[in-house]
């Protein structure tokens, strides 16, 4: 069974970073395209980040650009996104996500496995 697992998420002051990370089982990701979305309140969820099967290709909302680094370590089957410079407006439940697909190009990803969410929370 494949699971994916957020941790890392927390209360955090406006300013302030957290690292996420998603931790896959079940299967290797090591030829799969991975990324992040996040979900606010009362709001759809939408894309944070995303990182190619090689590592070598990553891609960025706008709104995070500058702020938000993806990462992931094929040893350890692991995804991460470390969140600086962190925003009221960054508060939402994270999601981390895998392609079933393998060596996808990073825009022509179609997220098919989900994990069940961590929360952050940024203070003002």
């Known amino acids: 069974q494949v699971q994916l697992v957020e941790s890392g998420g927390g209360l955090v002051q406006a300013g302030g970073s957290l690292r996420l990370s998603c931790a896959a089982s079940g299967r290797t990701f090591s030829r799969n395209a991975m990324g992040w979305f996040r979900q606010a309140a009362g709001k759809d969820r939408e894309f944070v980040a995303g990182?190619?099967?090689?590592?070598?290709?990553?891609s960025y909302a706008d709104s995070v650009k500058g702020r938000f680094t993806i990462s992931r370590d094929k040893a350890k089957n692991t995804v991460y996104l470390q969140m600086a410079s962190l925003k009221p407006e960054d508060t939402a439940v994270y999601y981390c996500a895998a392609d079933a697909s393998q060596f996808t190009r990073l825009v022509d990803v179609t997220y098919e496995y989900w994990g069940q969410g961590t929360q952050v929370t940024v203070s003002s």
């Open positions: 990182i190619s099967w090689s590592g070598g290709s990553t």
